[in-house]
């Protein structure tokens, strides 16, 4: 399933963590990369610190246009996945999103806002995707998105050439830490 | 099912966004209060404030001491899951805590860190449950976690008393304003 998160609204500084926290959710549920509409090197470094560390291909890509990604992203067969709290139901539309994520020509832009949303992006989006139609966060429906889109098995997921890996534990913390090949 | 949230490792101002996130997600997707081992009345108002508007019943406590609330919690007699990167896979362990919560006799502490947790909580919880064994969000962690609990039926719980309610909508947005009763 091809997956790239497209983080909308970023205001620098302010915004810092909660995109942080974005990109690495994307990057431990299954998402390949992050479109940030906005620059902001900072933050593409903490992820990429991660992504290095941790193992597995993840991208961070800065200064996106957001117009100019939901066109081309349409343009190319993908299908567009608009989080917001005003959108149709999580359980109402998944099924047919996954089926369309299924295919692998149809690769799913997932747009993550922050407060204010041009109202284009709901008239473009193929989907929009309430995680429950109450306010609480980007975060969260994020990431209860991706988890029911590939049916919880990214919990699962190995990341290749890691550096460092748990091994789970129901008491204390096990890390493996790799050598260098 | 009966759930509250006890944040630990609060630090003023740097967690504000963060843990205001956590108290937002835990009411939207079924908990019935956030326990903050720290004082914050500027988190706890934000939450309130949304509480208030969309309606249900959520309180938040600040300044409460983890240790106090852990034991008493499992004095009497319910279950404390601690989320963590290092725990078991939560594929493995999310039978056999819904069982318990399911019972009303045993309601659920869900505990959720910064960046530094006392080994004791390790020790302590009933459950060390990873939402995935990868550096992500505790926003991410706690949403799955909860959705997992109680099989996505907390998307679509109506809040009681709500001065604001969504309309789900596959475009646009439809917000209903109600009276005062």
């Given at each position: 399933m091809?997956?790239?998160?497209?983080?909308?609204?970023?205001?620098?500084?302010?915004?810092?963590?909660?995109?942080?926290?974005?990109?690495?959710?994307?990057?431990?549920?299954?998402?390949?990369?992050?479109?940030?509409?906005?620059?902001?090197?900072?933050?593409?470094?903490?992820?990429?610190?991660?992504?290095?560390?941790?193992?597995?291909?993840?991208?961070?890509?800065?200064?996106?246009?957001?117009?100019?990604?939901?066109?081309?992203?349409?343009?190319?067969?993908?299908?567009?996945?608009?989080?917001?709290?005003?959108?149709?139901?999580?359980?109402?539309?998944?099924?047919?999103?996954r089926e369309a994520a299924e295919d692998?020509?149809?690769?799913?832009?997932?747009?993550?806002?922050?407060?204010?949303?041009?109202?284009?992006?709901?008239?473009?989006?193929?989907?929009?995707?309430?995680?429950?139609?109450?306010?609480?966060?980007?975060?969260?429906?994020?990431?209860?998105?991706?988890?029911?889109?590939?049916?919880?098995?990214?919990?699962?997921?190995?990341?290749?050439?890691?550096?460092?890996?748990?091994?789970?534990?129901?008491?204390?913390?096990?890390?493996?830490?790799?050598?260098?090949?």
């Amino acid at each position: 399933m091809e997956i790239v998160v497209l983080r909308l609204g970023h205001r620098l500084e302010r915004d810092k963590r909660v995109t942080t926290h974005i990109g690495l959710v994307s990057r431990a549920l299954g998402a390949q990369g992050l479109l940030l509409a906005a620059e902001d090197k900072g933050v593409e470094r903490s992820i990429t610190r991660v992504a290095k560390r941790w193992g597995g291909e993840f991208f961070v890509k800065t200064g996106v246009r957001w117009r100019d990604e939901l066109r081309n992203w349409q343009k190319a067969g993908g299908k567009v996945c608009h989080l917001t709290m005003y959108g149709a139901n999580l359980h109402e539309v998944i099924d047919e999103i996954r089926e369309a994520a299924e295919d692998v020509r149809t690769p799913i832009l997932v747009v993550v806002g922050a407060e204010k949303v041009p109202f284009e992006v709901y008239e473009t989006a193929d989907w929009n995707i309430a995680i429950g139609n109450q306010p609480h966060s980007e975060i969260a429906a994020l990431a209860i998105f991706l988890d029911h889109l590939q049916r919880g098995q990214e919990l699962t997921a190995r990341f290749e050439h890691a550096e460092l890996e748990i091994v789970p534990s129901r008491r204390g913390k096990e890390v493996v830490v790799k050598e260098e090949e």
